[in-house]
């Protein structure tokens, strides 16, 4: 199972798979952090979608938790996974968002047809969630629907802009 998942540092913009997760917003039309540098990266095509999207499926936005794909415009991959994870809560327990944003995505990512996957720390930047415990649900939720399902994704690779992300996934992938 874990030779499926990999955990690297880099720049998720530079990643040849067939699928890059967004951690996106509920708007879809770009921000910051991780979505705004898949918008820039990947040019006016992703815009065009998603702002296709809003027009039709999606006039409220993306709830938080689900995942939609798009194109990925001038990226290496062939589509966007774009997913909304939940703002970190004190006070509210919203782990179910959070595995629901990656249960969602390899959904996404199946039925596309995707065999390779990657995924940033979801909710671990502006969102607010603590990063080891958003590394801990974020690599049990992906193992558990791997191993749960028979589909093309051979290939998972958690992505991590900094040494303190990528410290805290590789620990929870127990390496």
């Known amino acids: 199972?874990?030779?499926?998942?990999?955990?690297?540092?880099?720049?998720?913009?530079d990643e040849r798979v067939d699928a890059i997760v967004n951690a996106a917003n509920n708007s879809l039309l770009g921000g910051g952090g991780v979505d705004g540098a898949i918008h820039r990266a990947g040019g006016r095509a992703i815009l065009e979608a998603t702002r296709e999207l809003r027009a039709t499926t999606l006039p409220d936005g993306l709830p938080t938790g689900q995942a939609v794909a798009t194109t990925a415009g001038d990226l290496p991959a062939t589509w966007v996974i774009h997913t909304v994870g939940p703002v970190w809560s004190a006070t509210e327990d919203r782990t179910d968002l959070l595995q629901n944003a990656y249960r969602s995505s390899l959904r996404v990512a199946r039925e596309l047809g995707a065999t390779s996957v990657a995924f940033p720390a979801i909710s671990a930047g502006v969102y607010g969630w603590p990063m080891e415990d958003a590394a801990r649900i974020a690599v049990s939720t992906v193992r558990a629907v791997l191993a749960a399902s028979f589909g093309p994704v051979e290939k998972v690779r958690f992505v991590l802009f900094s040494d303190e992300a990528l410290a805290a996934f590789r620990s929870a992938a127990g390496e």
């Open 1 to 13: 199972m874990d030779d499926v998942i990999e955990i690297v540092r880099g720049d998720i913009t």
